[in-house]
C-alpha cells in the first residue's frame, strides 16, 4: 500500500531517516526508501537528529504551507490536527473536515461550530470542486498564455492537447499557425 501512496510524492519529516531498523520501522524500509528514490523528502533537521515531540508541530507547519487545503479527519482539542487547522486559518487556507458523533471528535466539530472548516459530507462534490478549481486556473494560465503568444507551435509545445479541446469548446480558433482568442 505505502509503495503505492509513495510513487510521486513529497514527504516531510520531522527526522532524516538515513537507517531504518528498529522496530517496526524496519517493514517499512524499502518504502521509505523509495520515498528517497523516487519522491521529494523534505526535513528542517540534520542527519541523526532525534525526534522529539514538539518537531511535528513544526513538520504540520511545513505541510499546512505547501497545501492547496488542509482535511482533518478526527481531531481531539488538544491535537496536532487542531494546530494543523489554526496554522490554515492563519494562512487562508481552506480547512475541511468529515461528520462525526458528537462525542468522537471533538475538535472537528468546534472547526464546524466557529465556521473554522466546512463540511465534506459527499466525498465526489469535495473532489470536484478542487478539481474546477485546477482546471480554472490551468484554463487562465492557457488564456494567459495565448493572448501573449499566438503562435501554435509555442501553445502546442507549453499546453499540448489542451489547444484542441478550447478550440472545441470555442474558446479559441485556429488559424494556418495562429490561434486566435474568441469573444466569449
Do not use: H, W
Not at 488542509?70 to 475541511?96: H, R, T, W, Y
Not at 462534490?125 to 485546477?134: C, D, S, T, V, Y
Amino acid at each position: 500500500m505505502l509503495s503505492l501512496l509513495f510513487r510521486v510524492a513529497v514527504c516531510i519529516l520531522t527526522l532524516v531517516l538515513l537507517y531504518v531498523t528498529l522496530g517496526n520501522m524496519a517493514d517499512l524500509a524499502p518504502e521509505i526508501e523509495q520515498i528517497y528514490k523516487n519522491s521529494l523528502a523534505l526535513s528542517e533537521y540534520e542527519p541523526q537528529t532525534k525526534a522529539r515531540g514538539y518537531q511535528f508541530l513544526q513538520r504540520n507547519r511545513i505541510v499546512v504551507g505547501l497545501s492547496e487545503a488542509l482535511v482533518v479527519a478526527q481531531a481531539d482539542l488538544q491535537s496536532g490536527s487542531m494546530q494543523s487547522a489554526k496554522i490554515a486559518n492563519e494562512c487562508n487556507i481552506p480547512v475541511f473536515v468529515f461528520p462525526q458523533r458528537i462525542s468522537d471528535s471533538r475538535g472537528t466539530n468546534l472547526l464546524l461550530r466557529e465556521a473554522k472548516a466546512g463540511l465534506i459530507d459527499d466525498i465526489e462534490i469535495f473532489a470536484n470542486k478542487f478539481a474546477q478549481l485546477n482546471e480554472k486556473q490551468i484554463s487562465d494560465e492557457f488564456l494567459d498564455f495565448v493572448k501573449n503568444n499566438s503562435n501554435l507551435d509555442d501553445v502546442l509545445k507549453k499546453f499540448g492537447d489542451l489547444v484542441y479541446e478550447y478550440e472545441l469548446d470555442g474558446k479559441i480558433e485556429i488559424s494556418g499557425m495562429k490561434i486566435l482568442l474568441r469573444d466569449l
